[in-house]
């Protein structure tokens, strides 16, 4: 009953004689606890019966004391306490033996067996228990999750760490990972010739949106591979750029990660525009945005490498207001509420309720955040600190 039923299922894959014949014992828990348990009393009793015998004929009546006394200690610690501990330890080491022999002796005591389970089965049903309805074994996101961190050595840490953020996806959706419009860069076909090709080479991106006027007003996506194909003698070619745009792809802002992931890869895109319910262009999210969600950024260290998140010397750090809050959680092992805005900038004006005419500390938490910047109604830079908390 100690064998861990997900290794047994393991092992009948591997074709393990021992893991099928526990299998077919654990199949009908209540015959295989009713077979061992009437071996026992049958032992048990006739082991009591013989020693209190014995004992009357050597000490008389005091022998039923003596013989109750000393075959309790027995029973307790050779025939209970010590194998049961054991095969609790090693239930592997002690259940796929033991199957050679209780096995074939279901078979045998199968008729004693089966009339006990019957008048067993008869008193649950009595108590309001059905016993043929077992637990489910299905094994929750929740309850995965703890098995991930608990495998230990089992499962390199690396390892666990992309399990448990292929369980977050569920929780997460595009607008949290999700470029803002405003830090989108892209090609206006408004614009001249030479301001589209300098947009092109600026741009560290391997696909651009391209729009007319306003970024609510996209086009297609051009592929930075397609660059020769637009580029002729005179320079840039329109039509040629209008023509080797892809599709552009909307996706609502509330889509899950996971379901994103697999429309990413059933669709066959690799960039999606996001909009809100009024079909307002809300930012850009790639591909390789949800694997970084999964994998890890593709950097060694965030905080050192994206210019958005600056450590000081006193312990604090000095944040770009436009720095989603995942993104600081991620950075510092922080915990910054999610709920709400998706940017420091809007968790900190939601908190404010109001924009400050100038530098503004709050508390949130364990966090302190103050104000260094604030541009055009959108905070540009925090410094922010974590307080230890006091201990009670």
């Given at each position: 009953m100690s064998l861990n039923r997900y290794r047994l299922k393991h092992?009948?894959?591997?074709?393990h004689r021992g893991a099928k014949r526990a299998s077919k014992l654990l199949d009908r828990p209540d015959s295989l606890i009713g077979l061992i348990l009437i071996g026992n009393n049958l032992v048990n009793i006739m082991a009591s019966a013989i020693a209190t015998v014995i004992a009357i004929r050597l000490w008389g009546d005091a022998g039923i004391l003596v013989a109750t006394v000393v075959l309790t200690l027995v029973i307790l610690i050779f025939s209970e306490i010590t194998p049961k501990t054991i095969a609790a330890m090693h239930p592997e080491t002690i259940a796929f033996p033991a199957s050679w022999v209780l096995l074939p002796l279901l078979k045998v005591m199968y008729p004693v067996v089966w009339l006990v389970s019957r008048v067993t089965n008869a008193l649950l049903r009595v108590c309001g228990f059905d016993p043929d309805k077992q637990d489910d074994e299905h094994v929750t996101a929740e309850e995965l999750r703890?098995?991930?961190?608990?495998?230990?050595?089992?499962i390199p840490t690396r390892h666990r760490g992309m399990l448990l953020n292929i369980l977050d996806l569920e929780g997460v959706t595009v607008d949290d990972i999700m470029v803002p419009r405003n830090e989108v860069d892209g090609i206006d076909l408004d614009d001249s010739n030479g301001e589209i090709l300098s947009a092109i080479q600026q741009s560290s991106h391997t696909r651009l949106p391209v729009w007319r006027d306003d970024i609510n007003n996209i086009v297609g996506v051009l592929h930075m591979r397609h660059i020769s194909l637009i580029l002729d003698s005179q320079g840039l070619d329109r039509a040629a750029l209008e023509r080797?745009?892809?599709?552009?792809?909307f996706i609502p802002e509330s889509t899950p990660l996971h379901t994103q992931l697999l429309n990413f890869q059933q669709k066959k895109h690799r960039l999606a525009v996001v909009v809100d319910e009024y079909g307002e262009v809300m930012g850009l999210v790639a591909l390789e945005d949800i694997l970084e969600e999964i994998v890890g950024?593709?950097?060694?260290?965030?905080?050192?490498?994206v210019g958005n998140i600056y450590p000081q010397r006193d312990g604090s750090f000095v944040i770009s207001g436009t720095a989603t809050v995942r993104e600081v959680n991620k950075s510092l092992k922080w915990q910054l509420p999610t709920d709400g805005p998706k940017t420091l900038s809007g968790l900190l004006l939601e908190h404010l309720e109001s924009f400050p005419d100038g530098n503004t500390g709050l508390a949130i938490g364990p966090y302190r955040l103050e104000i260094l910047e604030l541009r055009s109604n959108v905070v540009q830079a925090v410094k922010a600190s974590r307080v230890a908390e006091e201990s009670s």
């Amino acid at each position: 009953m100690s064998l861990n039923r997900y290794r047994l299922k393991h092992l009948l894959k591997s074709d393990h004689r021992g893991a099928k014949r526990a299998s077919k014992l654990l199949d009908r828990p209540d015959s295989l606890i009713g077979l061992i348990l009437i071996g026992n009393n049958l032992v048990n009793i006739m082991a009591s019966a013989i020693a209190t015998v014995i004992a009357i004929r050597l000490w008389g009546d005091a022998g039923i004391l003596v013989a109750t006394v000393v075959l309790t200690l027995v029973i307790l610690i050779f025939s209970e306490i010590t194998p049961k501990t054991i095969a609790a330890m090693h239930p592997e080491t002690i259940a796929f033996p033991a199957s050679w022999v209780l096995l074939p002796l279901l078979k045998v005591m199968y008729p004693v067996v089966w009339l006990v389970s019957r008048v067993t089965n008869a008193l649950l049903r009595v108590c309001g228990f059905d016993p043929d309805k077992q637990d489910d074994e299905h094994v929750t996101a929740e309850e995965l999750r703890t098995i991930v961190t608990d495998a230990g050595k089992l499962i390199p840490t690396r390892h666990r760490g992309m399990l448990l953020n292929i369980l977050d996806l569920e929780g997460v959706t595009v607008d949290d990972i999700m470029v803002p419009r405003n830090e989108v860069d892209g090609i206006d076909l408004d614009d001249s010739n030479g301001e589209i090709l300098s947009a092109i080479q600026q741009s560290s991106h391997t696909r651009l949106p391209v729009w007319r006027d306003d970024i609510n007003n996209i086009v297609g996506v051009l592929h930075m591979r397609h660059i020769s194909l637009i580029l002729d003698s005179q320079g840039l070619d329109r039509a040629a750029l209008e023509r080797e745009m892809e599709e552009t792809y909307f996706i609502p802002e509330s889509t899950p990660l996971h379901t994103q992931l697999l429309n990413f890869q059933q669709k066959k895109h690799r960039l999606a525009v996001v909009v809100d319910e009024y079909g307002e262009v809300m930012g850009l999210v790639a591909l390789e945005d949800i694997l970084e969600e999964i994998v890890g950024d593709f950097t060694s260290n965030l905080a050192e490498t994206v210019g958005n998140i600056y450590p000081q010397r006193d312990g604090s750090f000095v944040i770009s207001g436009t720095a989603t809050v995942r993104e600081v959680n991620k950075s510092l092992k922080w915990q910054l509420p999610t709920d709400g805005p998706k940017t420091l900038s809007g968790l900190l004006l939601e908190h404010l309720e109001s924009f400050p005419d100038g530098n503004t500390g709050l508390a949130i938490g364990p966090y302190r955040l103050e104000i260094l910047e604030l541009r055009s109604n959108v905070v540009q830079a925090v410094k922010a600190s974590r307080v230890a908390e006091e201990s009670s």
